[in-house]
């Protein structure tokens, strides 16, 4: 199996920047692709970006799209979430998710078979 751990959540005040950091453990060797994910008081989780491990191809969530960057460091087998402009709607717990026995749509949260607990971002104005 594999281990998601989420870190780097914080209070920052709107305009602000944040990066998210996770770490996987485990039977990393078996990592597809991994995720970002977000769920903000009242509302479902949503998508915010994915990356391809092998290729490193990326997609975002059209909310984030040119704030939010996604990379991986496939040696520490970690991913990041470098998150830029941040406003108050952006407030939620942040997920990181991997898929591990077949490749899916980066989208779809139920392709994905592993996850952190998440970590907590505020966004304060």
């Known amino acids: 199996q594999v281990q998601l751990v989420e870190s780097g959540g914080g209070l920052v005040q709107a305009g602000a920047s944040l990066t998210l950091s996770c770490a996987a453990s485990?039977?990393?060797?078996?990592?597809?692709?991994m995720g970002w994910f977000r769920q903000a008081p009242g509302k479902e989780r949503e998508f915010v970006g994915g990356?391809?491990?092998?290729?490193?191809?990326?997609y975002y969530a059209d909310s984030v799209k040119g704030r939010f960057t996604i990379s991986r460091d496939k040696a520490k087998v970690t991913v990041y979430l470098q998150m830029n402009g941040l406003k108050t709607e952006d407030t939620a717990v942040y997920y990181c998710?991997?898929?591990?026995?077949?490749?899916?749509?980066?989208?779809?949260?139920?392709?994905?078979?592993?996850w952190g607990r998440g970590t907590q971002v505020t966004v304060s104005s």
């Open positions: 990356i391809k491990w092998g290729a490193g191809d990326t």
């Open positions: 998710a991997a898929m591990g026995w077949r490749i899916g749509a980066l989208v779809k949260e139920s392709e994905y078979d592993y």
């Open positions: 485990g039977r990393t060797f078996t990592i597809l692709a």
